[in-house]
């Protein structure tokens, strides 16, 4: 029980840190303000009067108000049953523009 070859949380459930199958009301709310946060950034940069090529692939994403909460809050993942998967299991998605999915799923 006790020694070197103890137990741990790894060798007995798998994962320590699972994530959640969905995203909770606090976790969709957060994301809901970063995406309008960058929304914000970038009318601020187009106001400025910079040209850029990144620029004009920003102003062509949709905003915040004009995602339906599919693409909001799930990503086309090809490997997934049913195609889509929840947005908070791509890793470092909160660093990550996922404003964009195929047509159709």
Request: hydrophobic share 35%; charged share 30%; aromatic share 8%.
């Amino acid at each position: 029980m006790f020694g070197a070859f103890r137990p741990t949380g790894t060798n007995l459930g798998g994962l320590l840190w699972k994530t959640p199958w969905k995203l909770s009301v606090t976790r969709k709310a957060n994301a809901r303000a970063r995406l309008k946060k960058v929304d914000a950034v970038i009318e601020a940069v187009r106001a400025s009067g910079v040209q850029c090529e990144s620029l004009n692939r920003a102003l062509e994403l949709p905003k915040e108000h004009e995602m339906p909460a599919k693409d909001k809050y799930t990503i086309f993942s090809a490997t997934t049953k049913g195609y889509r998967k929840g947005i908070h299991k791509v890793p470092k998605w909160t660093r990550m523009t996922l404003r964009t999915n195929p047509k159709g799923f």
